[in-house]
């Protein structure tokens, strides 16, 4: 299984930005698993950002609730995350996971 994060960059603070996560090379069934998204600031743990669950329950940190939206798209093997509203305090590199596969990771910048 490949999971491809994209969408980083920098951005203004108040801004948005759309992380998306493509998996590929699996032969389950992809609305049956979870998939998450993390991020790892410098010097800090890793910190579960969102998380949709089978049946599209959603779970969000208590950080980016309210700001950030996760989505996913059966057809196209995609899990996305919105993220509005971003802070200085929400620029680290963004992961997502899927059961216990990972993705490479994208950097997100929020200037102040």
């Known amino acids: 299984v490949q999971l491809q994060a994209s969408g980083g960059g920098w951005v203004q603070a108040g801004g948005s930005l759309r992380l998306s996560c493509a998996a590929s090379?699996?032969?389950?069934?992809?609305?049956?698993?979870?998939v998450n998204w993390w991020r790892q600031a410098p010097g800090k743990e890793r910190e579960l950002v969102a998380g949709l669950l089978v049946g599209d329950s959603t779970i969000y940190g208590d950080s980016v609730k309210g700001r950030f939206t996760i989505s996913r798209d059966n057809a196209k093997s995609t899990v996305d995350l919105q993220m509005d509203r971003l802070k200085p305090e929400d620029t680290a590199v963004y992961y997502c996971n899927m059961v216990n596969f990972w993705g490479q990771g994208t950097k997100v910048t929020v200037s102040s």
């Open positions: 090379g699996y032969s389950f069934e992809f609305s049956s698993y979870a």
